[in-house]
């Protein structure tokens, strides 16, 4: 099992920057990489970033690429995505994930197999 916590939302004012943390626990060697997703008030789940750990090239959605700064830090088992310039249109809880498949697809929801809880990231104009 591996257990995520996310950290770091809150209400902001458009072009503010904020930063998240996804905080791993357990058995984290299983992951292959993780991503960010969020859920936009009455819309689905959308990948924003994804990091595959033998690959340290980071992949972006459109709407976020040059904006936000997906990272981690090993020492503390912890993923970051740093958000810059926010927009209202980035108002959603924010989702960190873990794919444990060897063979994971990771643009696909599908491939993730443990969920943090969320955090609440609120951009005012």
């Known amino acids: 099992q591996v257990q ?3 950290s770091g939302g809150g209400l902001v004012q458009a072009g503010d920057s904020l930063r ?4 791993a626990s357990g058995r984290t060697f299983n992951c292959i990489g993780m ?3 969020r859920r936009a008030p009455g819309k689905e789940r959308d990948l924003v970033a994804y990091m595959r750990w033998s690959d340290v090239r980071p992949y972006y959605v459109g709407s976020v690429k040059g904006r936000f700064t997906i990272s981690r830090d090993n020492a503390k088992s912890t993923m970051y995505l740093q958000m810059n310039s926010l927009k209202p249109e980035d108002t959603a809880v924010y989702f960190c994930a873990c794919a444990a498949g060897s063979s994971a697809v990771l ?3 599908s491939s993730y197999n443990y ?5 609440q990231v609120t951009v005012s104009s």
């Open 4 to 6: 995520l916590v996310e």
């Open 20 to 23: 998240l943390s996804c905080a």
């Open 35 to 37: 991503g960010w997703f």
């Open 107 to 109: 643009s696909m929801t």
């Open 115 to 119: 969920w943090g809880q969320g955090t």
